[in-house]
C-alpha cells in the first residue's frame, strides 16, 4: 500500500503544452511538497502546501502551478511547457516541523 | 538563510573502505538534519536523521554544531551502499532544504 504515489511514472510532451502530475498520499500528514530534481541530480524544492493552503512557493516560474483539492492530494498543474522543465519531479509529505519527508517514487518528465 | 553543502558530487570507494560523505550547513538556529538516501529509479527515502542518533545499515552521523557539519560515516562500504546521498536541513519551517547530492560508487 504506497504511502506517497504520484501519476504518471513518466511524461513525454511537447514543447508548448499543458500537462499535470498528481499526488496522493495516505498518510494523514497535514503537508505536502513539491520538489523538481535536475539533470545534475540537484534537488529543490518548490512548493509547499499545509492543510490546502500554499505556504512556500519558491521561485518557480508561473506556469507552474499547484493546485490542492484535499488535505490527501497536491497536484501540479504546468502550462506552456519548455525544454527547461524537463525534470523528475518529486512530491513529498510531512507532518509538522522535525519530522521528515516522505517521497514519491517521483515523475520523470521529458519536453521535446 | 538555511544552506546545505555537500562538497564531493562523486565518490568511489572500494568495497569494505571506510567511506564518509561530507555535509556542512549554514544556520544560525538549531538546525534539524537529516541524510536521505536514493538508489537508482527509486524514490528518496530517509536513512537518518541526527535527533534519532540511530544507526541505520551500518550508517552514522554526528552533529558537530562546532563545526556545522553533519558527516555520514560508515567503517566498512558494502557494494549495496552504492546510491546518491543527500543531506538536508529543517531549520524551524516547512521547508526541508537539500545539498545537491553525492553519488557514491562501492567497487567490487
Given at each position: 500500500?504506497?504511502?506517497?504515489?504520484?501519476?504518471?511514472k513518466y511524461l513525454v510532451t511537447q514543447m508548448g503544452n499543458d500537462?499535470?502530475?498528481k499526488c496522493e498520499q495516505n498518510l494523514g500528514h497535514d503537508t505536502m511538497y513539491w520538489y523538481k530534481q535536475d539533470s545534475k541530480k540537484f534537488l529543490k524544492i518548490m512548493f509547499s502546501?499545509?492543510?490546502?493552503?500554499?505556504?512556500?512557493?519558491?521561485?518557480?516560474?508561473?506556469?507552474?502551478?499547484p493546485k490542492s483539492p484535499d488535505k490527501a492530494h497536491l497536484n501540479l498543474h504546468i502550462n506552456s511547457l519548455e525544454l527547461g522543465d524537463s525534470a523528475v519531479y518529486f512530491?513529498?509529505?510531512?507532518?509538522?516541523?522535525?519530522?521528515?519527508?516522505?517521497?514519491?517514487?517521483?515523475?520523470?518528465?521529458?519536453?521535446? | 538563510a538555511q544552506r546545505v553543502t555537500?562538497?564531493?558530487?562523486?565518490?568511489?570507494?572500494?568495497?569494505?573502505?571506510?567511506?564518509?560523505l561530507k555535509c556542512n550547513y549554514s544556520y544560525s538556529g538549531s538546525p534539524e538534519?537529516?541524510?536521505?538516501?536514493?538508489?537508482?529509479?527509486?524514490r528518496l527515502?530517509?536513512?537518518?536523521?541526527?535527533?534519532?542518533?540511530?544507526?541505520?545499515?551500518?550508517?552514522?552521523?554526528?552533529?558537530?554544531?562546532?563545526?556545522?557539519?553533519f558527516h555520514l560515516k560508515k567503517p566498512f562500504a558494502q557494494e549495496e551502499d552504492s546510491a546518491m546521498y543527500y543531506c538536508a536541513l529543517r531549520g524551524g519551517s516547512e521547508k526541508l532544504?537539500?545539498?545537491?547530492?553525492?553519488?557514491?560508487?562501492v567497487n567490487p
Open positions: 500500500d504506497t504511502a506517497v504515489s504520484q501519476t504518471p500537462k499535470s502530475i502546501y499545509n492543510n490546502k493552503e500554499l505556504i512556500i512557493n519558491e521561485t518557480v516560474p508561473n506556469r507552474f502551478s512530491c513529498a509529505t510531512g507532518q509538522g516541523l522535525n519530522t521528515e519527508a516522505f517521497f514519491g517514487q517521483g515523475t520523470r518528465l521529458t519536453v521535446v | 555537500q562538497p564531493e558530487k562523486l565518490l568511489s570507494v572500494f568495497k569494505g573502505a571506510p567511506v564518509e538534519l537529516f541524510w536521505y538516501v536514493q538508489y537508482s529509479r527509486q527515502q530517509l536513512l537518518l536523521r541526527h535527533i534519532s542518533r540511530e544507526s541505520i545499515k551500518g550508517f552514522t552521523a554526528d552533529l558537530n554544531k562546532g563545526e556545522t557539519s532544504v537539500f545539498g545537491k547530492g553525492t553519488k557514491l560508487t
